[in-house]
């Protein structure tokens, strides 16, 4: 069966920016972005583009400051925290302003004894980890819906404010509930979520890139 | 403002066991499983469980012996060759019964440069160092649609077959007609692909942790 007839080149786009262009002018040609104001604009087309799909967009809930507090945070070198390694290496180190440490706990060693201790997840017990520099920070979940309700609990429990929580666990169980909690009281922090099941390390990723330099693929 | 009432404690599910059995019972009621072979309905499980959307079923394609050709080649030792980072974080290492190797080119030293001189994205030039080992490998593409490409032609060139190609690329520009053209002509290769825009590496990491270890969160 090695003997296929020889193929005619495949047609396709290959080249950067114009993928790039193409692909922003279609979200913005399909997504009503006007709804938004000019950061969070920025911020949906991420993460339409993060996923393929431009319905998120009727389903993303933020508050009013949400975009400016995580870009200002940003700049001024806060941390960000990520419930997961994916969400870490989709975060574009380049685009962060001031060089910010990007920090995941869920491997840490000791989070395997903390979470049958707790009772809880290792995706909860790693955001234990992270209460005593949460105070400013930008957090983003991306995956488990208990590291997104193990954090609002530890800001019930005094853990300083984030500075804004960027919520998309994903799931059939506590992703919906875990962001209609935030959402329904963010406890002081700006926020951004996606309403319901979807949501995902892209996502979240997504969304910690556009705050740290919205959109400098068509913008430059 | 930090005077805020005391709240009551947040109500959710902790036990990593019962949110895995009932994220998997939610997608076995939902998703009409029994459509599937017995293998990819196990991996449909763990793509409708990464992303949150029962209906990625519908429009998912497959070679008859996708699974088993993914499964057996995992087993025997092949390489993992993924296109971005994000798909290697996302596959769970130790299901992977040989210790196989996952290897990710798209931030190697010299891919910019090769891009540059064949004219398309970094992560079409990181796909050709795969070239000599792609013989008998699993390939998850779960970012971009010039890798899948890319992949294609360098098997029209004479490039050894993968066992197995899983196929989610994402977003608005050829992520669709990559898709369709692997599921068109899959080249003497298995394939696994998500039809149309959506896609993502978490599906793609899905599909190989599916590939290496089935459900052996419910199973065992």
Redesign the interface.
């Known amino acids: 069966?090695t003997d296929?007839p020889?193929?005619r080149?495949?047609r396709?786009?290959?080249?950067?920016a114009a993928?790039y262009a193409?692909?922003f002018a279609?979200?913005r040609a399909e997504a009503r972005l006007e709804r938004f104001p000019p950061g969070m604009a920025r911020l949906a087309t991420r993460l339409i583009?993060?996923?393929?799909?431009v319905e998120v967009a009727d389903r993303l809930a933020f508050s009013p400051g949400a975009f400016e507090a995580g870009q200002a945070a940003l700049a001024s070198g806060a941390p960000v925290f990520a419930d997961?390694?994916?969400v870490?290496?989709?975060i574009i180190r380049r685009y962060l302003p001031a060089e910010n440490e990007v920090i995941v706990t869920l491997n840490a060693t000791q989070v395997p004894e903390r979470a049958a201790r707790i009772?809880?997840?290792?995706s909860?017990a790693a955001v234990e980890l992270w209460a005593d520099k949460l105070g400013g920070a930008v957090v983003a979940i991306g995956n488990a819906?208990?590291a997104l309700?193990r954090l609002?609990?530890l800001i019930?429990e005094g853990a300083p404010r984030p500075a804004v929580i960027l919520g998309f666990p994903?799931?059939?169980?506590?992703?919906a509930?875990?962001k209609a909690?935030l959402v329904r009281?963010p406890?002081?922090s700006e926020f951004v979520a996606l309403r319901?099941?979807?949501?995902?390390?892209?996502m979240a990723?997504a969304a910690v890139n556009a705050l740290a330099a919205g959109l400098p693929e068509i913008d430059a």
């Open positions: 069966m296929t020889p193929r080149p495949l396709y786009e290959r080249d950067p993928i193409q692909s279609t979200v583009h993060s996923c393929g799909m997961c390694e994916m870490g290496a989709g009772g809880n997840t290792r909860a819906p208990t309700f609002l609990e019930d994903v799931g059939f169980v506590g992703a509930e875990s909690e009281d406890r002081g319901g099941r979807r949501g995902g390390s892209a990723s």
